[in-house]
């Protein structure tokens, strides 16, 4: 098989693999505060959104050491091992506990770090300057297929959920093993030796945190984090909990999943195969992300009652400023969707290309700043309002598109500079 076919059957196969594990995960992360809420008994007590909190607290630890154990197990394990802590963590919905929630939020914590760590670093190796964003909108639109399959009927059968979600995620982590190695020739020289030495990878994850690059990428890749957390979390639930919606409320929250997933889709394939080449300028497509953001921010703001995110298990009857439509709150799922693809796909495609060569350290990093902000993000969803959420979420997605701004500038200034050079 010719180099290029190989890397493209490897990006495939990753793209496939991660949809599996997180059409489970993802499902479970969207309706569990919604299910948490059905079973609190004497035996569990338990809250989705300190769950989320946790796992993203931890995970953004983990990011720490996880290059460190992709490059001693390799990235093709890490990704497997990574894959069954998920798997383990939605298993534990079958007959929860509080002790085993929370313990698998701490073990899926770390599995995710060594997760996404892994395929940062094989996404970079299977790339080059011209297939880097290519590469990047096939694997965001495989990934976010996910959202597709977020419909069940009833949540009342918990068992069975959760069981056929534990089985996709197991298939997912063994597809890992599909992944062939490209020929170490086709290594670039900083990528070999960080692969055969196993330098230290946290030493270059805390140099390249301070570069003026990644200084700058931080703001829109926290951002990231922040409306991961809202979209992923807090809008199915906020859905559900909307009594004005009818008695089906709750079963809108896999039909919003969908939406998302339309919207993640869409964004992926057109602004991920667009992005074709170096020179491709993605200023624009962030600012196609931020304008989608803030419709579909004001538009939750008119349509969701404020206390939504807060509800319990009854619901809320109160409402915003306009008659509570379905339809508009299923449109906000789908813009929600679009506008994060936006972001992902070029923050995806810029980390490649500025740190391909340390490409463990530097998504290491990216994770790091993504779920520490996803963590605090999760956390402050357990008392504020859904009016404040969205005002930290505008207030964020302005800065973070601004500092991306002056950071593809100076990628571009430095490429002129190269072309020019030639």
Request: glycine letters at 8%; a neutral charge.
């Amino acid at each position: 098989i010719h180099p290029s076919s190989k890397k493209l059957r490897n990006i495939v196969i990753l793209g496939f693999a991660f949809m599996l594990v997180f059409t489970a995960f993802q499902t479970c992360e969207n309706i569990e505060q919604t299910v948490i809420k059905s079973f609190n008994s004497s035996e569990f007590h338990g809250s989705g959104y300190t769950s989320m909190s946790i796992i993203y607290g931890v995970f953004s630890v983990s990011n720490l050491v996880a290059p460190s154990v992709v490059a001693v197990i390799g990235p093709q394990f890490s990704m497997f091992l990574g894959g069954l802590l998920y798997s383990a963590y939605i298993a534990m919905f079958i007959h929860p506990y509080t002790w085993s929630f929370y313990t698998a939020s701490v073990l899926v914590g770390v599995g995710a770090a060594v997760l996404w760590t892994a395929q940062g670093n094989v996404l970079a190796i299977n790339s080059d300057n011209h297939t880097i964003g290519r590469n990047s909108g096939i694997f965001w639109a495989l990934l976010e297929m996910t959202q597709t399959s977020l419909c069940f009927p009833s949540y009342k059968d918990r068992q069975t959920v959760f069981i056929s979600l534990t089985v996709i995620s197991f298939i997912g982590c063994f597809l890992f093993f599909l992944i062939r190695k490209p020929d170490l020739e086709f290594y670039s020289p900083k990528v070999t030796e960080f692969l055969l030495r196993g330098k230290s990878i946290e030493f270059q994850a805390c140099k390249l945190s301070m570069t003026k690059e990644m200084l700058l990428l931080s703001f829109s890749i926290g951002y990231t984090g922040l409306e991961l957390t809202f979209y992923s979390g807090v809008y199915g639930t906020c859905i559900g909990a909307m009594n004005r919606f009818g008695k089906d409320a709750k079963s809108l929250i896999g039909i919003s999943g969908i939406c998302v997933g339309i919207g993640e889709i869409l964004g992926g394939g057109i602004f991920g195969f667009l992005n074709k080449s170096s020179r491709f300028r993605r200023n624009p497509v962030v600012l196609v992300g931020l304008v989608t953001h803030i419709v579909a921010f004001y538009l939750v703001f008119l349509n969701i009652a404020s206390d939504a995110p807060l509800a319990p298990e009854a619901g809320t009857d109160q409402e915003a400023f306009i008659s509570p439509s379905v339809s508009v709150a299923l449109l906000c799922s789908f813009l929600l969707g679009f506008g994060d693809s936006c972001y992902n796909t070029q923050l995806l495609s810029v980390v490649g290309f500025l740190f391909r060569d340390n490409s463990a350290p530097a998504f290491a990093v990216y994770k790091f700043i993504q779920s520490i902000m996803a963590a605090l993000a999760f956390f402050y969803s357990n008392f504020l309002l859904l009016h404040w959420q969205l005002l930290i979420l505008v207030l964020s997605g302005f800065l973070g598109t601004f500092s991306f701004f002056l950071a593809e500038w100076k990628v571009q200034s430095h490429l002129e500079l190269d072309y020019s050079s030639i």
